[in-house]
């Protein structure tokens, strides 16, 4: 398994991430660092801040894995972290992974009555709370497939450069969509990179 780097609200999902690295030895192909308060000031350049992510913390790591729980897309170090990691010319492989209550409200399902399609197979539907709790580069990337293809809602996060899992599901499997991520690093997605402006981060903390 390749090395990665664990986003996450460390008041919410903090169980999450412990279970994980103890998971199955794994351990070792964590990076467990975490960017806490004073770790970097937040009046230095956007530039200067993502460099110093990737640098201190995320150097090392070629894939990371956001845990999102019910605050996660409101914390500033989460959404940073995720940018840091997609910076430049060679952005990490990104996984968004739901705890199980939560990613029942994100989503439902629902016929498809997309125009021109009304195929009528049963498709995964974002609910509003989906783009309320979901991090921005994490929802965005997820629904980007490569050579900007363009199927969406028919697609399968396998497909999309970031895929977004159920806790239950991702831990079960970890491997294996850990190395799914990574792969997809070497090919064509016209990825988002940077938060928009009314996205919480360490330099833009009212968003």
Aim: glycine share 6%; hydrophobic share 30%; with cysteine.
């Amino acid at each position: 398994m390749h090395k990665t780097f664990i986003s996450y609200h460390h008041s919410g999902e903090q169980d999450l991430k412990d279970e994980l690295i103890d998971h199955a030895n794994m351990g070792e192909y964590f990076i467990d660092k975490s960017v806490s308060d004073g770790d970097i000031d937040p009046s230095l350049s956007e530039e200067t801040i993502m460099r110093k992510l990737r640098e201190d913390f995320i150097k090392d790591s070629s894939v990371i894995v956001v845990l999102i729980g019910e605050q996660t897309a409101d914390r500033p170090f989460v959404n940073s972290e995720i940018q840091a990691g997609l910076w430049g010319q060679s952005p990490v492989g990104l996984i968004g992974v739901v705890r199980d209550d939560l990613y029942d409200r994100i989503y439902d399902k629902d016929l498809c009555s997309v125009p021109g399609c009304n195929c009528g197979i049963t498709l995964r539907r974002r609910t509003s709370l989906f783009y309320e709790k979901v991090p921005f580069l994490i929802r965005k990337n997820n629904a980007i497939l490569e050579n900007n293809k363009s199927a969406f809602p028919h697609y399968s996060d396998s497909e999309a450069y970031c895929g977004i899992y159920r806790y239950s599901n991702f831990f079960e499997n970890v491997e294996k969509y850990v190395d799914e991520a990574f792969e997809k690093r070497n090919k064509v997605f016209d990825i988002k990179k940077t938060n928009d402006s009314d996205v919480q981060t360490i330099n833009n903390t009212h968003g």
